[in-house]
């Protein structure tokens, strides 16, 4: 229970951390988001609109004050406004954040199989040459880059082949190749886990008495060797997390997409910081969040870890 | 009959073989990274085109005998972009490792030999570093430093600190517990001297492979960064950028895309090798 508080504290801790650091690197930034946008030329605004412009927005109280009150206006979810929109920026977020958690959600689930597929076959493929190639393909997928996949996926599949149709596709068939691309670069990094893990376990003592009490090599494979592998993937999640909002940013970009990843994109295109600094805080907060879910769920699953303390902290 | 045997498909006779593939995908790894390498340093010894003016008439050409790779919709040969291309991409990386070995090696060593509440503060920076995703905290830094080649290396650079520092950071600790140092520190010898004869250098071959695998991984961040358009302008030949603008011919013209991609997949392959390799070698 203390480690669960202390966890807690500590992700309380580094969330804070990221939020001062992203306040302070605004500071940093010559002229604001308000002088960036409102003194275009084009705008045809005075010094004087500019100035209550700023009040409005609040970029013209010292330092410390603006801190304080930013801090307490993001606890109650309000990031301000988009500069380039003029939308509260929590409003910008709740539009764009369902269809990105769908994108990432189905690419997260083809990943999954995908590696399942990789590792399965790399373990148990039919011939040692063919296992060889197969368990080389994770890292190969993790040096390609992720719009180029797109790219080539939308040229072979769409184009070439004919089978998805890019022009006035169906709501399902405009996710299917934004789902491939961002499912490979996921799928890498968890497919070599599991192999790794699947020859590691299969070293360990329970595995030929299992096989010695008649269990067929399958069977072995399937009920014990694979439940323990599988586990410390739960150890990568946070990385994948990363990796969901990565490949969300370059497939939204690459196809069009309605979503956060493609929100990000302009927001660092059109300067709008508030926007990019609200997407950098909910990412961190569930980074945070995904580890102490991690935490839980080990301490759920595996005994070893609520018996010894010292394991656990 | 060991126990990997009952339930493993057996794997001893793959064993030589696998070796020599090693070996040879080493060599093949070091060959690229070297051709890559000349490119940045003497583009004009490889190609006699001009990267950045083009033949109007030569305007998307398929591959063939004149434009090995084609030409894009300027006229520009593709292979001469790509091989001029090679200086952006590798300066690049250079720099992105070096922010990230420095600033990490110097947090690292800090944390791990000074210990006390300046390792935890530094621990617990490298824990928000580490919570940001890689992409968003170079985004994040490229709206603050603008829009150019150094400024995503450094941007990518920034995001590779946390790694180096905790690497050096945990082999900082581990040969400092260790009894030759202390044996070191018995017999008289300074905080500083210690750290330099005989901490640092336990850690540089682990250090270098890692350096050797962010490397790739910079690459393949510079160039992503460089599709989202935010590193050099057109019309720098830059890997990532000719994606994007391959990308509005992508219907007709496939070699626009597919070359630069092969050749990022190319480097980056053989950069993640040469660190494999080095990391096989410590153990």
Redesign the interface.
């Known amino acids: 229970m203390t480690h669960l508080i202390s966890r807690l504290a500590q992700g309380a801790l580094v969330l804070l951390a990221t939020f001062t650091i992203s306040f302070i690197l605004v500071q940093m930034m010559p002229g604001d988001a308000v002088l960036i946008r409102f003194l275009n030329p084009e705008m045809g605004m005075t010094p004087e609109d500019i100035a209550r412009i700023r009040v409005f927005y609040g970029s013209d109280a010292p330092i410390p004050v603006q801190y304080i009150q930013s801090l307490l206006a993001v606890l109650s979810g309000d990031f301000g406004y988009s500069v380039q929109s003029g939308v509260p920026v929590a409003q910008e977020i709740a539009t764009n954040l369902p269809p990105t958690l769908l994108l990432a959600s189905l690419g997260l689930l083809t990943a999954l199989g995908l590696a399942f597929v990789l590792a399965w076959s790399a373990v148990l493929g039919p011939w040692p040459s063919l296992r060889r190639w197969i368990g080389s393909i994770p890292a190969l997928m993790v040096s390609v880059p992720v719009f180029w996949v797109g790219i080539t996926l939308i040229q072979l599949v769409s184009f070439k082949l004919g089978w998805v149709s890019m022009i006035a596709p169906g709501p399902w068939e405009k996710l299917v190749l934004p789902v491939l691309t961002l499912a490979l670069p996921i799928a890498a990094p968890i497919a070599q886990i599991l192999i790794r893990n699947i020859e590691d376990v299969s070293t360990r003592a329970f595995v030929p008495v299992a096989r010695a009490k008649g269990l067929s090599r399958a069977a072995v494979l399937w009920r014990h060797v694979l439940r323990n592998a599988a586990l410390p993937t739960l150890a990568i999640a946070g990385v994948l997390l990363g990796e969901l909002i990565a490949g969300a940013v370059v497939t939204e970009t690459v196809f069009g997409l309605n979503g956060l990843g493609r929100l990000a994109e302009r927001s660092v295109r059109t300067q709008d910081i508030a926007v990019l600094q609200a997407i950098v805080l909910i990412s961190a907060a569930g980074f945070v969040a995904i580890s102490f879910l991690v935490d839980l769920v080990s301490l759920a699953i595996d005994p070893r870890l609520r018996s010894n303390r010292s394991l656990a902290a | 009959m060991t126990?990997?045997d009952?339930?493993?498909?057996?794997?001893s006779?793959?064993l030589p073989r696998?070796h020599v593939?090693i070996r040879s995908g080493l060599a093949l790894a070091l060959v690229v990274l070297a051709i890559v390498a000349l490119w940045a340093l003497l583009p004009s010894a490889f190609t006699s085109f001009n990267p950045v003016a083009g033949l109007p008439a030569d305007k998307l050409q398929a591959p063939g005998a004149a434009h090995w790779l084609g030409s894009d919709e300027l006229g520009r040969d593709v292979l001469a972009r790509l091989i001029y291309g090679a200086r952006q991409s590798l300066t690049g990386a250079v720099v992105a490792v070096a922010v990230g070995l420095s600033l990490g090696s110097l947090l690292g060593v800090l944390a791990g030999s000074v210990g006390g509440w300046i390792e935890q503060v530094i621990l617990?920076?490298i824990?928000?570093l580490l919570?940001?995703?890689?992409?968003?905290?170079s985004?994040?830094?490229?709206?603050?430093l603008g829009f150019g080649t150094i400024q995503v290396a450094v941007a990518v650079g920034v995001t590779a600190i946390a790694g180096f520092a905790r690497l050096i950071w945990a082999e900082v600790v581990t040969v400092r517990r260790s009894d030759y140092v202390e044996a070191a520190f018995g017999s008289g010898g300074r905080f500083f001297a210690v750290l330099w004869r005989h901490v640092l250098p336990n850690a540089v071959t682990s250090v270098l492979a890692y350096a050797a695998i962010q490397f790739?991984w910079a690459i393949?961040q510079i160039?992503?960064l460089g599709?989202?358009?935010?590193g050099a302008p057109p019309p720098t030949p830059e890997w990532?950028l000719m994606?994007a603008e391959g990308?509005n011919y992508?219907?007709t013209s496939?070699w626009l895309?597919?070359f630069?991609?092969l050749v990022?997949?190319a480097t980056?392959?053989a950069a993640?090798a040469v660190g494999?390799a080095l990391t096989r070698r410590l153990q």
């Open positions: 126990i990997q009952t339930l493993l498909p057996r794997r006779r793959a696998l593939s617990r920076l824990d928000v919570s940001i995703p890689a992409l968003l905290l985004l994040a830094l490229i709206v603050i790739g393949l160039s992503t599709f989202l358009g935010y990532g994606i990308r992508m219907t496939w895309t597919l630069p991609g990022v997949i980056v392959l993640n494999h």
